[in-house]
């Protein structure tokens, strides 16, 4: 009777130090790679900080976030445009800012085409 218990107390520790030690580390829901990444009803906020990609392409930003990170790309323009393709426009605005700590998902990108200026553009 001894020898069947153990292996069962030994799974019962393992999996209970396992749950305890997993704790501490939020899970991070896999996003898809598209332009509006969704990380479910109630996604984390990762401990990061937001980096300064104004200017830079909004599809390279988007792959630098990382795919932890659920991005929304929003058209500032005014025209209100889907953005279908990320490597095709640039980013005018985040939200957070640059260098702030992201506290809360999504991280919000506002962006023009590349052939456009951000003059005059707002995230709202």
Known sequence: MTKLLRPVLAVA???SATACAGASVPDRPAATPTASKSAG???RPV???MPDITG???GRAV???GPDTDVTLKDVSG???PVDDPAEWKVCHTRPGPNQQITDYPVTLGVVRVS????GTALK
Do not use: F, H, Y
């Open 63 to 65: 792959e630098q976030m």
């Open 56 to 58: 830079g392409n909004a």
């Open 13 to 15: 520790l393992l999996a």
């Open 47 to 49: 401990t990061a900080s």
């Open 41 to 43: 009803a109630n996604p």
């Open 116 to 119: 456009e200026s951000c003059a």
């Open 79 to 81: 025209k209100g445009r």
